[in-house]
């Protein structure tokens, strides 16, 4: 099952790289993981993405908790939150699909943020699905570059982290 | 007072209380050197081997319970000392690796003798450290000590830049205590948890404590002892365990796993509610997880809460310190009433009675068994015993049974050939006034044997008993039982003539061939008190370590000596008490 873990730690040089090495080292899986300060700046979150057993994902909590950076570890999928992923996409566009690219942007709720060499740059934000959504309907000989950030997540009203 | 970078990092190991260290000399440590040579309250001892530094340090650990110290310099001084460190983190050994680097500007240069030490270390190690400017040595120098010797204790290396070891600052106090807001291990336990174990306990018919390491390096022994007895439980002993309750005891069934008794395994197969105690269900004390005590309700104390349903799943779990856990469940069923389980230990006795660690002497061969037999008579069953890894080092822990913790040094989780003799040189300054003892293999003292010139320089007299059998013994038995008797590069040809090798490094050399020659070599050896004596006993090369569980099989499948079936017993034999 899929499971996004969020994780409070030290804003310290080498805590991301204990973190991806725990991960290597016992053969845990990530499917995205991302990381920037918070608002103490002393402290970094990281939301990572990944699927196993529960057993699994027990083992995962509890390696996380045992790095001496780690300050908090907590399994956001088992409770009230809301995740959120953003993807630069870069899409070829003749005229007449130009028409098409148009009204997806519209349906999906999504933005041109750029265009050169009648290549559009999509803004789309959103939840894992829709951004794989969004790239279903597209022609796939017309997706030139994808860049997405991976999934972030918070807790929804007052619990905190 | 201003003071450079060495001298504020030397301060701070002596305000630690360090008096040893075990390190070798190199460029980017000179300034470190040259502040220890200025100071009298640490002793420096010069290993040859940087992974000598590790072993020594943490021999020196593990027998004193302090935590032990090494100073390497970079590059290849690092990476010489990677197996000790991680050897030290797979038995939770508290240890600090202070590592010379590089000067700042030229991390990440490529510089002659870089290596991303902590990069390096990370997999092997608690916690590590870069040190980036001088004002951060002693709040890292205290973060170290706090995390290598609280929670479940391991090596924590410091790399520390040249450059800063040679920058000046106002010599500021030395912190007494430290707060490190992401790590509170849990000592304590919950009292709701000790209150389910303790109905489960006393509920329970067939019931064994399982304990390991965390007994020894939490210091727990003590409290063993009490809860062992008041319960009246069969008690099983790890590998790292053996010594946290007295193995001569009644009580005590021995070791359990792989080359574990009969009586402890099957015990296990057969129990209802198995108490770990620091224990981690290490693949060699399981065998097959599926088959692993089928009928058993699992109590898992453990101070690191990831051990707990790593391998098998808890029923209760109870996180906090082997020492407060066992107080807190002494106290808990200390009047409560107890379930008969006398049918139970019947059922034990006659698992005993099969005597798997009996053996088949046969005459002009010395049989390693009896060796290490001669080895616990000689010494009265109070030396400390290091041990290198493989037969000898079962052997050591089958027949020389640990009556006090912290009495058996060897390398259990990540199986170090080489450490015996380093270890063995840390645990005698550790503890000068007791004999110490290196069971060893013509295989592992090879791999470390450049560390007998330190023995003669710090003057650590110990004696080596190397069970000399001309093979890689515990390779060679692999290969008779699962390999058709290929023996692919398990013989050791060209052996160094051992007793003038000692000679050569200034100790005393004896050779033994005859069984008659064992006892009184073993006194002699014993009697040279201020001497280094290498024993090269020559054993028969054909012995096998028996009992054994074959690798994927269950605790009642067991092979003994001198029998060509496996002893497999069936349900039946387990449902009759």
């Known amino acids: 099952m899929r499971h996004i873990i969020s994780v409070i730690l030290e804003d310290e040089a080498g805590a991301l790289s204990r973190v ?20 103490d700046p002393t402290l970094s979150r990281m939301t990572i993405v990944s699927s196993g057993s529960e057993r699994v994902l027990e083992q995962i909590v509890k390696q996380l908790n045992k790095l001496i950076e780690v300050v908090k570890v907590t399994d956001l999928t088992s409770q009230d939150h809301v995740e959120r992923e953003l993807m630069l996409a870069k899409i070829s566009s003749t005229s007449k699909e130009g028409v098409d690219l148009k009204e997806l942007v519209e349906i999906f709720g999504c933005k041109v943020v750029d265009v050169k060499d009648k290549i559009y740059t999509i803004e789309v934000s959103g939840k894992t699905k829709k951004i794989n959504a969004f790239l279903d309907a597209i022609e796939p000989s017309n997706i030139i570059e994808i860049s997405r950030t991976g999934v972030t997540g918070i807790s929804r009203g007052k619990k905190l982290i | 007072m201003e003071l450079n970078g060495a001298e504020i990092l030397i301060d701070c190991l002596q305000k630690e209380g360090v008096e040893h260290v075990f390190g070798y000399p190199g460029g980017a440590v000179l300034h470190i050197y040259d502040a220890i040579e200025a100071q009298d309250k640490i002793t420096h001892v010069l290993v040859r081997h940087e992974q000598g530094a590790a072993h020594g340090a943490d021999g020196y650990a593990r027998t004193n319970g302090k935590p032990g110290v090494v100073l390497v310099t970079s590059g290849p001084g690092i990476t010489n000392a990677v197996t000790g460190i991680a050897t030290a983190h797979m038995d939770s050994i508290p240890m600090v690796i202070i590592s010379g680097q590089v000067p700042s500007p030229l991390i990440g240069m490529d510089a002659f003798q870089e290596v991303d030490a902590t990069g390096i270390t990370r997999s092997c190690v608690k916690h590590n450290f870069l040190v980036r400017d001088i004002s951060e040595i002693a709040t890292t120098v205290k973060k170290a000590f706090h995390i290598a010797t609280t929670g479940r204790p391991g090596p924590v290396v410091i790399d520390i830049p040249k450059d800063i070891t040679i920058a000046k600052m106002e010599q500021e106090e030395y912190p007494e205590s430290i707060e490190i807001r992401s790590y509170k291990p849990t000592t304590k336990p919950s009292n709701r948890q000790i209150r389910k174990a303790a ?116 029923d209760i779990p109870i996180v906090g310190q082997t020492k407060q856990v066992l107080q807190a469940l002494t106290d808990e069923l200390k009047d409560k009433q107890l379930d008969d389980i006398s049918k139970w230990w019947s059922q034990i006795e006659d698992w005993r009675k099969v005597d798997s660690l009996a053996y088949a002497k046969s005459p002009g061969v010395i049989k390693p068994q009896s060796v290490i037999e001669a080895l616990y008579e000689v010494t009265k069953g109070k030396a400390i015993v290091t041990s290198d890894v493989g037969q000898h080092q079962m052997w050591a822990a089958q027949y020389y049974p640990f009556d006090e913790p912290r009495q058996w040094i060897n390398s259990g989780g990540l199986g170090t ?24 293999g013509e295989g592992s003292i090879q791999m470390m044997l450049q560390e007998l010139s330190t023995m003669l320089q710090y003057a650590t007299p110990v004696k080596i008993v190397n069970l000399n059998n001309g093979y890689l013994g515990m390779v060679r038995q692999w290969q008779e039982f699962f390999y058709e008797k290929r023996y692919a590069m398990s013989y050791m040809d060209a052996l160094p003539d051992f007793v003038k090798l000692a000679e050569s490094y200034g100790h005393i050399g004896i050779k033994v061939e005859k ?63």
């Open chain 2, 417 to 440: 050939m080489g450490f015996g003799l380093p270890a063995a040189m840390g645990a005698k300054l550790a503890m000068p006034e007791k004999d110490v003892a290196c069971v060893t």
């Open chain 1, 20 to 39: 991806a090495g725990l991960f290597t080292q016992r053969g845990f899986n990530i499917e995205s993981l991302t990381v920037a300060q918070t608002n």
């Open chain 2, 199 to 314: 109905e489960l306990i006393t509920k329970s018919k067939k019931p064994i404590l399982y304990a390991g390491g965390g007994c020894v390096i939490g210091n727990a022994s003590e409290e063993l002892r009490e809860f062992t007895r008041m319960l009246g439980f069969p008690i099983t002993q790890t590998l790292m365990g053996l010594g946290a309750y007295p193995m001569t005891d009644k009580q005590s069934l021995g070791m359990l796993g792989m080359h574990g008794t009969y009586e402890a395994n099957m015990a296990m197969h057969g129990s209802d509610c198995v108490v770990a105690i620091g224990a981690r269900f290490d693949d060699r004390i399981t065998g097959n997880l599926e088959k692993f005590c089928p009928t058993a309700k699992f109590i898992h104390i453990d101070i690191d809460p990831s051990q707990i349903s790593k391998n098998v799943v808890a």
């Open chain 2, 515 to 577: 069984e008659e020659d064992l006892k009184p070599a073993l006194i002699e050896a014993f009697n040279q008190k201020d001497r280094t004596v290498f024993l090269d006993i020559i054993t028969d090369p054909s012995e096998n370590v028996f009992p054994m569980i074959p690798a994927g099989g269950a605790h009642c499948d067991m092979l003994l000596a001198g029998r060509d079936e496996m002893v497999s017993k069936d349900e039946t034999d387990f449902n009759a008490v």
